[in-house]
């Protein structure tokens, strides 16, 4: 991971729920700072991600706040379109650890096949 | 960063704050599951950490949580003692982003100076 990238947590403004984990690097978090719109840094691809670019569920962006040493910035936002996750649920972390097994919670709310077919 | 670490998100479960980000080997995650109290690794430091051990605000992980990519866990927490961050206040994301400004918006809870002296 290139040292520049932060930890990026999203938390829905309005149900506190935290909707996913992704990566900043100064050029993401200018670019979500001058267009309101959460841009991230993929590290799978290696480059600038402006979320919901593709499926429609972007990210505006009613509060940012940095860490007290540096590496993560929360960013409390309205969620358009319903899903942050690509799997089609509202948030990422939609499996819980119950005893020894991780159960999935989340409904999905759409159907990715269908959103990002080619 | 060592591959096998994951950003590892506290959350209090009844406030619904984000108090902290922190990392998570798979050691850290073992401990965390058997004591019911939040573990983490440090990367400054190198070693794995009982948050609290020094300062008595321990995390009691209520539920923990798995993300889409396996690159992140949730942790919702009940927190002891009042404070998070180790500059005292009770989350480390206290620092709000005011046009071009970043602005201290958490009040301390705890002096450091008294809780982390030798």
């Not at 939609?94 to 409904?107: A, H, P, S, T, Y």
């Amino acid at each position: 991971m290139p040292p520049e990238l932060r930890a990026a947590v999203v938390q829905d403004a309005g149900t506190e729920r935290v909707l996913m984990l992704a990566w900043m690097d100064e050029e993401a978090l200018r670019l979500t700072r001058e267009t309101g719109e959460a841009h991230f840094y993929s590290r799978s691809r290696a480059t600038l991600w402006h979320k919901g670019e593709t499926s429609g569920n972007t990210l505006a962006v009613e509060e940012l706040r940095d860490d007290c040493d540096g590496d993560a910035i929360l960013l409390r936002v309205e969620q358009r379109g319903g899903a942050a996750c690509h799997t089609g649920r509202r948030s990422c972390f939609f499996r819980r650890l119950d005893g020894d097994r991780w159960v999935v919670v989340g409904e999905r709310v759409f159907d990715p096949d269908e959103v990002y077919r080619r």
